[in-house]
């Protein structure tokens, strides 16, 4: 799993951010430390009442997730479109951001 420097190292993504929308169509295996750094994002969040909402389209992986129990932590859906409907449903959607929205940001 890559990861982005809040993920990695536990910190939560900065400024008022409450939701974070997690795509991971490029992904197809996560490791105990990508777990480890999604439980630490999803912690860190719950603390600003926020929500972390995984959008998994591989279904091995969604799978993979349901074995492990993380179905019953992370909020998951199968498309992109899914998560974003859930996060704006949450009422902790402010404003939606992309890959490319933080590289301008950066």
Do not use: K
């Not at 449903?89 to 929205?101: D, F, H, I, K, Y």
């Amino acid at each position: 799993m890559h990861q982005r420097e809040g993920a990695s190292s536990g910190r939560a993504p900065a400024g008022d951010c409450r939701c974070l929308v997690l795509d991971t169509a490029s992904l197809t295996f996560i490791d105990s430390s990508g777990i480890t750094a999604l439980l630490a994002l999803w912690h860190r969040l719950g603390q600003r009442q926020g929500a972390l909402i995984l959008a998994i389209p591989e279904a091995p992986l969604r799978q993979r997730m349901h074995y492990l129990g993380l179905d019953n932590i992370f909020c998951i859906t199968a498309t992109l479109d899914e998560a974003i409907t859930q996060a704006r449903a949450l009422g902790v959607l402010t404003r939606p951001r992309t890959a490319q929205t933080e590289a301008d940001h950066t």
